[in-house]
T-cell receptor, first 115, second 115 residues
Framework: GAGVSQSPSNKVTEKGKDVELRCDPI?????LYWYRQSLGQGLEFLIY????????KSGLPSDRFSAERTGGSVSTLTIQRTQQEDSAVYLC?????????????FGQGTRLTVV | AQSVTQLDSHVSVSEGTPVLLRCNYS??????LFWYVQHPNKGLQLLLK??????LVKGINGFEAEFKKSETSFHLTKPSAHMSDAAEYFC?????????????FGAGTQVVVTP
């Protein structure tokens, strides 16, 4: 596609339910990132995939959060047993190589509201 | 690990006057530095990037930034503000001590442009 696509654009869920957020990166991009943007918290790194390497999961806030990337393309971020503090905009980005000289292209985000 | 500090959370300028957004970074190695802009309800867009080439970097929409290693700064400037420049701006750093993909975002500077 022309850009990074995220779905859904908005998600309202009840506390305790599981949610899945999807990211379609730009075709051919080997690196994929998930960030979270909350009011008062800025942009927070969650997880980073680079090619076939083991992902850098150091930003995941708890074991309720997990992500996978199938076939080096589409990624799914899963939040289990959602809590109100999980409410945020979840941003996905991709870059061609994930190295210093390449820019990250961001999707429009998924706004998650936990009620 | 790297970090970045945006010195102003809000900047208000009159249309046609210069814009200065200040950013200081901390990095153990030669960093890559970026400025991203986020317009209301829009995704993050790259304005410009520094990756150890020229220290004065020109970006889109008339913005530029100067990398000053001695001051560990990467301030963003524009000679003449437009109404369309009203947005939130993020200074971002990455370096090799962390995975290159772990972009470290500043807290953001909200720019207001008055007629």
């Amino acid at each position: 596609g022309a850009g990074v696509s995220q779905s859904p654009s908005n998600k309202v869920t009840e506390k305790g339910k599981d949610v899945e957020l999807r990211c379609d990166p730009i075709s051919g991009h080997t690196a994929l990132y998930w960030y979270r943007q909350s009011l008062g918290q800025g942009l927070e790194f969650l997880i980073y995939f680079q090619g076939n390497s083991a992902p850098d999961k150091s930003g995941l806030p708890s074991d309720r959060f997990s992500a996978e990337r199938t076939g080096g393309s589409v990624s799914t971020l899963t939040i289990q047993r959602t809590q109100q503090e999980d409410s945020a905009v979840y941003l996905c980005a991709s870059s061609l190589t994930g190295t210093a000289n390449t820019e990250a292209f961001f999707g429009q985000g998924t706004r998650l509201t936990v009620v | 690990a790297q970090s970045v500090t945006q010195l102003d959370s809000h900047v208000s300028v009159s249309e046609g006057t210069p814009v200065l957004l200040r950013c200081n970074y901390s990095s153990s190695y030669s960093p890559s530095l970026f400025w991203y802009v986020q317009h209301p309800n829009k995704g993050l867009q790259l304005l410009l990037k520094y990756t150890s080439a020229a220290t004065l970097v020109k970006g889109i929409n008339g913005f530029e930034a100067e990398f000053k290693k001695s001051e560990t700064s990467f301030h963003l400037t524009k000679p003449s503000a437009h109404m369309s420049d009203a947005a939130e701006y993020f200074c971002v750093v990455s370096d090799i001590t962390d995975s290159w993909g772990k972009l470290q975002f500043g807290a953001g500077t909200q720019v207001v442009v008055t007629p």
